[in-house]
């Protein structure tokens, strides 16, 4: 089936620093790709919604100076959080889906710790 | 905008017997997707069943399957024969029927976590 990889599953920066998450589809062209958040035992919070070629859609509330996202190719999509503090300490989960009424397809997610 | 309700926090179960997860919605669309989600220890998103809100046949997979309600907007998962491996996270989730770009998000609920006790 398809699969999405998300690298890295977990990452420790220092407060100040940034840090980027790396989401791929492995064997389709994933023209669509969503970065949700997760905080313990919360559910997932959509972030921002992005297009291969295009900007990336924002839920309100969301920083887009923050929380970069580039989706440059049909088969990667980067989440970069800047100036990362210890409140950005979250789950950041990633699905992509293809073209036309394809299912969606999540990543492992990544674990971000900031100190 | 789509609101996804799941209003029990945790539930237990016996391993063997069955249980019932409850989910409510609220829309203005008449035709989306439902789905629940998985999530283990592992955090992996894991699809269980999924329905298409034109179909009112309820969705099979298995040990899963769904009672949905349409006019009443509740959608809940049944689990037979409860297993250890079940024991999870689980995610009441709301898609849009219109294909489109941002239309393809999911709207979760808040999730129940199931305990399997042996």
């Known amino acids: 089936g398809a699969v999405v990889s998300q690298h890295p599953s977990w990452v420790i920066c220092k407060s100040g620093t940034s840090v980027k998450i790396e989401c791929r589809s492995l064997?389709?062209?994933?023209?669509?790709m969503f970065w949700y958040r997760q905080f313990p035992k919360q559910s997932l919070m959509l972030m921002a919604t992005?297009?291969?070629?295009?900007?990336?859609?924002?839920e309100q509330g969301v920083e887009k100076d923050k929380f970069l996202i580039n989706h440059a190719s049909l088969t990667l999509s980067t989440l970069t959080v800047t100036s990362a503090h210890p409140e950005d300490s979250s789950f950041y989960i990633c699905?992509?889906?293809?073209?036309?009424?394809?299912?969606?397809?999540f990543g492992n997610g990544t674990r971000l710790t900031v100190t | 905008a789509q609101t996804v309700t799941q209003s029990q926090p945790e539930m237990s179960v016996q391993e063997a017997e069955t249980v019932t997860l409850s989910c409510t919605y609220d829309?203005?669309?008449?035709?989306?997707?439902l789905f629940w989600y998985k999530q283990p220890p592992s955090r992996q998103m894991i699809l269980v069943i999924r329905?298409?809100?034109?179909?009112?046949q309820n969705a099979t997979e298995n040990r899963f399957s769904v009672n949905f309600q349409k006019a009443a907007k509740s959608f809940s998962l049944k689990i037979s024969d409860s297993q250890l491996g079940d024991a999870a996270m689980y995610f009441c989730?709301?898609?849009?029927?219109?294909?489109?770009?941002?239309?393809?998000?999911?709207?979760f609920g808040k999730g129940t976590l199931l305990t399997v006790n042996p």
């Open positions: 329905q298409e809100a034109y179909k009112q």
């Open positions: 989730a709301y898609r849009s029927q219109n294909s489109g770009g941002s239309n393809y998000k999911l709207t």
């Open positions: 992005s297009n291969e070629g295009s900007k990336a859609t924002y």
């Open positions: 699905s992509a889906r293809g073209r036309g009424k394809t299912p969606l397809h």
């Open positions: 064997d389709f062209q994933a023209t669509t």
């Open positions: 829309t203005s669309e008449s035709d989306y997707y």
